[in-house]
């Protein structure tokens, strides 16, 4: 165990919809990633938050958002959802902000878009 | 631009033979740091090791073993006398030491360990 939990574990909805998934950190890391992984395009970082702000971006579409609460919980909000955005999407957490830290990850929350 | 290549897919094994994945990086950084994680059927990703490009002492933690060259780029990873368990998706993954820079992950190979 990780640490990190993500909820939901499992999600089906259909296109267009809107989803929010939610992760919270291990006790006293600062920093939350988002990462979505699919057969064809592997682990692809979404985004950085560190201590509430956004640090870095990656490939994360328009339609997806994120925010860190003041209670270091996150949580990525994906809108008008596609078939392509079915995924496995993990959060992962470290202590610093820095990217030479180790991350540990969550779950993963499957989201299926029907 | 950083960069991560595992060359081999899936590889397959026999249980108690020795296994070497390969992970091959590009970085301009002079400071940057390696890891492998391991993610089983079960879908969680875990932290197996972090190393820095200063130090290329080889590591051992009981059946894994690293092998860090600076000069050929490569981080690999050995397993001893696989085991079943060891079935998973390897990832390798390369970062700066920056805020704000990202993880670069591998495309991981899938190693099957037959019983």
């Known amino acids: 165990d990780s640490g990190v939990t993500q909820t939901p574990k499992h999600l089906i909805t259909a296109t267009g919809q809107r989803v929010t998934l939610r992760c919270s950190p291990r006790?006293?890391?600062?920093?939350v990633y988002w990462y979505q992984q699919s057969l064809d395009q592997g682990l692809q970082f979404l985004i950085q938050?560190?201590?509430?702000?956004?640090?870095a971006k990656g490939n994360i579409l328009e339609r997806f958002s994120a925010q860190q609460f003041p209670d270091l919980h996150s949580e990525l909000n994906l809108s008008s959802l596609e078939l392509g955005d079915s995924a496995l999407y993990f959060c992962?957490?470290?202590?610093?902000?820095?990217?030479?830290?180790?991350?540990?990850f969550g779950p993963g929350t499957r989201l299926t878009v029907t | 631009a950083q960069k991560v290549t595992q060359a081999q897919t899936e590889i397959s094994v026999v249980e108690k033979e020795d296994v070497t994945l390969d992970c091959v990086y590009e970085?301009?950084?002079?400071?940057?740091?390696l890891f492998w994680y391991k993610q089983p059927p079960s879908g969680e990703l875990v932290f197996l090791i972090r190393?820095?490009?200063?130090?290329?002492q080889n590591e051992i933690s009981g059946r894994y073993s690293w092998n860090f060259q600076k000069s050929t780029s490569s981080f690999n990873f050995t397993i001893t006398a696989s085991q079943v368990v060891d079935s998973a998706v390897y990832f390798c993954?390369?970062?700066?030491?920056?805020?704000?820079?990202?993880?670069?992950f591998g495309p991981g190979t899938r190693l099957s360990v037959l019983p």
């Open positions: 992962a957490s470290s202590v610093d902000g820095r990217s030479s830290y180790e991350q540990y």
């Open positions: 006790s006293g890391d600062l920093s």
């Open positions: 938050y560190y201590n509430g702000e956004e640090r």
């Open positions: 970085t301009r950084d002079t400071t940057y740091y």
């Open positions: 190393r820095n490009s200063f130090d290329e």
């Open positions: 993954a390369l970062s700066g030491d920056r805020y704000g820079q990202n993880f670069v």
